[in-house]
């Protein structure tokens, strides 16, 4: 079964890219609010200071940049990013000194949104010699004119050891966090891969129970899932989609269930009633699943229901086409129809590939979507692969 814990890691990740951004939008606000203030004389920043003030709302402004408009992911790129936060933190501290206190653990706090310890302890070393050169410049700038701190022993005994202890008491809750954060992180992953499994498990055996119905081989469903997976890997899917979609293609005539045996294994033609029954596998089959949890069985539901729609709208619906039908069902709909046609039924021989995919590129805009015709040309070599690779046992096919 496909891992599924990089993508969740990956979103989670990207989402806390999203969030950092967001929040230095909201605090370069605040370095605006700041100078605001300054121009009505409740802060007394010189506007020599503004120069600083204006290189620390450009930094806080690099997330967005490389994160929502270059849509940059790497770690080295997150270390980047916690580092000029950590650097225009000291900046602010330097200028604005007491004004400004919490903007000296804002960059370790921001680092355990991430859930890598890594990135804390790394955030937390850097920012102590920041920490001790931002006291140092706001010192020699005597931001501050009052005792203790107008000393360089004042500055040593009462501004920079004490915020150092106050830091590594942020980092540590910090750590904490983060590792409550991985924890979680890891329980969703193990509870994700196993409602994937089970749903996996539901679809084999149901797939199963479908085909010895009908007197197809198993065969025949895994085929269909590996000629799927093959259309949605040329549409250029996520391998997660990919997997997704050829488990709940499957299911596409699990509906066959609710049919009478004599009717799907009548080796003559189909009276106009019993050709109407087969017909209604598509709905017994979304109703069977449509209800079902997991979004592997809607999917499954939706191809269920679907993949006897045609392009051109005369399919057993008869009420939409093109765009309107399900993309996973037109890729299933190819899939279903050219192994039907390539493999043995109580009513017919099998037809040579070649007659198959001559069929298929001759309903190219009628029964089929365009380009998933044209995937399928493209890919031909690859299905006769899978043709190879599942062959029917002829002992399983009835006369």
Known sequence: ?????????????????RRIASIC??????????????????FKISTAMYPALFLSAL???????????????QKAVRYFVLTLLVFMSGIMYSILSYHVIVMLVFPVVVS????????????????IPVMVVSHLTAFSLKIVPDEPLVTITGV?????????????????ICISITGKFRRLINALVSKNNELYEEQQILVSSLSELVENQSHETGQHVKR??????????????????????????????????????EILNKPGKLTEEEFEEI????????????KSPGEIMQLAATIARQHHERYDGKGYQNNIEGEEIDLYARCVAV????????????????????????????????????KIVKLFDENFDKFLKVIEDYPDEVSEISD
Request: glycine share 6%; charged share 20%; hydrophobic share 45%.
């Open 1 to 17: 079964m496909f891992n599924f814990s990089g993508n969740l890691v990956i979103e989670y990740e990207e989402d806390s890219d």
């Open 25 to 42: 939008r909201a605090i370069t606000v605040l370095i605006l609010v700041v100078i605001l203030l300054n121009i009505v004389h409740v």
């Open 59 to 73: 930094i806080l402004m690099t997330p967005t940049l490389l994160y929502n408009v270059l849509h940059l992911r």
């Open 112 to 127: 355990c949104l991430y859930y890598d310890i890594g990135s804390v302890i790394y955030t937390t070393a850097v920012s």
């Open 156 to 172: 040593w005994l009462y501004g920079i050891v004490p915020r150092v202890l106050e830091l590594i008491a942020i980092s540590i």
């Open 224 to 261: 269909v899932a590996a000629y799927t997976e093959i259309l949605c890997r040329g549409l250029g899917l996520s391998e997660e989609e990919i997997w997704k979609i050829s488990v709940a293609s499957m299911m596409h005539d699990v509906g066959k269930i609710c049919v009478p045996r």
């Open 279 to 290: 017909k209604n596998h598509v709905n017994y089959g979304y109703k069977l699943l449509e």
């Open 335 to 370: 899939a279903d129809v050219f192994d039907a046609l390539v493999s043995r039924r109580c009513y017919k021989n099998a037809w040579s590939p070649g007659e198959a995919k001559e069929l298929i590129m001759k309903e190219d805009g009628h029964q089929f979507d365009p």
